[in-house]
């Protein structure tokens, strides 16, 4: 039997986890530092170990904090959009403009990253993760919206998973991955060589990245009251390091690079396990939890700037300054402290806010449900 309890939050406000907060504002930094050449460079073996579960930790993470309730699809578009098309749209076309004027980019290569996002189209790169959030709730929502029957016991539940990873990979795979293509990369005109990359929105990528939003939307009960099991713990230390010195086994949704579809998923699922051990320490330290859940809070912000300060501050430490650690730290310190204060601006100003921040929608009354396991 499968049976439910439904626990109300008072005034139909959810509650806030500092457990879920800390999980994204470690994912966001762990982005920052994956997309700096210097920490690439200076750190290649922890580079490569984060590579194998940073994105699906982030879609897992998703997907625990997702809940349909009663919103219909086209609110769940609208809303996701304001939250997250809406920044991408004006991040690009500012990006755009300034790169027109001083980088002899063509309005055309500007226009196409909007049109046809993924990270071989869009400026700057991370954003075609916004995109594809979007179109991945979007397709979740008609997932978990359509009929319960598929899902309302975990063989159910497991055998959809399994449909989902195995399509998904065979999906992935029929188009050029990045890694072995260097046209797919980077396109910035519209022509049919597109479509051997790649799907706009990254939709060939969406039922592997549905696999593990999925995973975090059926654990989402037991994530939230997450605790750690030391003997799993370790043995998923010992996997993934048999995973990272013995295979190399890595994921890159944006270049459609995906190894095997057994054992790098199993070691992403291992790696997922160990984040959640890691926010869960961290949340008993208090200075670090503080730290974590505002760089969560902020992490839109981070996501849509860091890659640009990135770029810009780099050469200037690089430099000026000899050690690569140094300058990793302070780089990471400035790629998420400025869109943070970024952050704090626009929401004391209505033009940015409005520009960049979602609106605040009427909550509708909720009845959140904690559901049991199946037996």
């Known amino acids: 039997m499968h049976t439910s309890d439904a626990v109300a939050a008072p005034h139909n406000k959810p509650v806030r986890l500092p ?22 460079f200076r750190f290649p073996d922890v580079r490569d170990f984060l590579t194998a579960f940073r994105l699906p930790f982030f879609f897992f993470m998703a997907g625990v904090t997702f809940s349909v309730g009663n919103k219909s699809l086209g609110q769940v578009a609208l809303r996701r959009a304001d939250a997250w098309l809406k920044p991408m749209v004006v991040v690009v076309l500012v990006t755009g403009l300034f790169d027109t004027m001083l980088n002899g980019e063509t309005w055309e290569s500007v226009l196409l990253g909007l049109a046809y996002p993924t990270g071989f189209t869009i400026d700057p790169l991370p954003l075609w993760f916004l995109a594809h959030l979007w ?29 989902l ?15 072995d ?26 039922l592997m990245t549905s696999f593990y ?29 048999v995973f990272q010195f013995g295979f190399d086994y890595k994921i890159d949704f944006n270049l459609r690079h995906y190894d095997t579809p057994v054992l790098t998923t199993l070691q992403a699922l291992c790696g997922i396990y160990l984040m959640l051990c890691t926010c869960m320490l961290l949340s008993r330290v208090k200075v670090a939890a503080g730290i974590l859940c505002y760089f969560g809070a902020a992490s839109l912000f981070i996501l849509l700037f860091h890659l640009s300060i990135l770029h810009a501050l ?9 050690s690569s650690v140094i300058i990793v730290v302070i780089s990471l310190v400035v790629a998420a402290g400025v869109p943070a204060i970024l952050w704090e601006i626009c929401k004391h100003s209505k033009v940015l806010s409005s520009l960049l921040l979602p609106r605040k929608w009427q909550r509708q009354p909720v009845v959140h449900t904690v559901q049991a396991t199946a037996s």
């Open 181 to 206: 293509v260097p046209a797919c990369r980077s396109q910035s005109e519209f022509s049919t060589e597109l479509f051997q990359c790649g799907l706009p929105f990254s939709a060939d990528i969406l």
């Open 19 to 40: 457990f879920i907060d800390i999980a994204k504002g470690l994912g966001i930094l762990l982005i920052v530092l994956g997309h700096n050449q210097m920490f690439g």
């Open 165 to 179: 990873a195995t399509c998904g990979y065979l999906m992935m795979t029929t188009f050029a991955s990045g890694a």
């Open 135 to 163: 179109l991945l709730y979007l397709f979740c929502t008609v997932l978990l919206k359509s009929d319960a029957r598929l899902y309302d016991t975990w063989p159910k539940r497991i055998l959809l998973l399994l449909v």
């Open 213 to 241: 939003f999925l995973l975090g939307n059926f654990l989402s009960s037991r994530i939230k009251f997450f605790q750690i099991n030391w003997a799993w713990a370790a043995l998923a230390l010992l996997a993934m390091a």
């Open 314 to 322: 780099l050469p200037v430490l690089q430099r000026d300054i000899h």
